[in-house]
Nanobody, 122 residues
Framework: VQLQASGGGLVQAGGSQRLSCAAS????????MGWFRHAPGKEREFVAA????????VYADSVKGRFTISRDNAKNTVYLQMNNLKPEDTAVYYC????????????????WGQGTQVTVSS
């Protein structure tokens, strides 16, 4: 599975941004999809994950209520809608995929995209 993340950029605090992750090589219907982020000087952080069908999702406490993960399996694409962005959301965002159906676990991801930079100005 090859993953290509896009949609990052510069946004003001309080604004919104939508990230996309397009997959190729395999259909995503049997892959848990996740988003992670990596800020300078910090460890990589789990952000959100979606179950195979998209009917269930899990979020990090830091983004709960502000971010929404969704997927369109027909388009082989996963999205991360980010609202009410804060400067501390600034990071490189990565999408990832794993065959495991255990979407509630942030571990075990097999495939990673190249990352897209999100910068939130105060």
């Amino acid at each position: 599975v090859q993953l290509q993340a896009s949609g990052g950029g510069l946004v003001q605090a309080g604004g919104s941004q939508r990230l996309s992750c397009a997959a190729s090589g395999r259909a995503l219907t049997t892959y848990t999809m996740g988003w992670f982020r990596h800020a300078p000087g910090k460890e990589r952080e789990f952000v959100a994950a979606s179950s195979w069908s998209g009917s269930s999702s899990v979020y990090a406490d830091s983004v709960k209520g502000r971010f929404t993960i969704s997927r369109d399996n027909a388009k082989n694409t996963v999205y991360l809608q980010m609202n009410n962005l804060k400067p501390e959301d600034t990071a490189v965002y990565y999408c990832a995929a794993k065959r495991s159906a255990l979407y509630s676990s942030q571990f075990g991801y097999d495939y990673w995209g190249q990352g897209t930079q999100v910068t939130v100005s105060s």
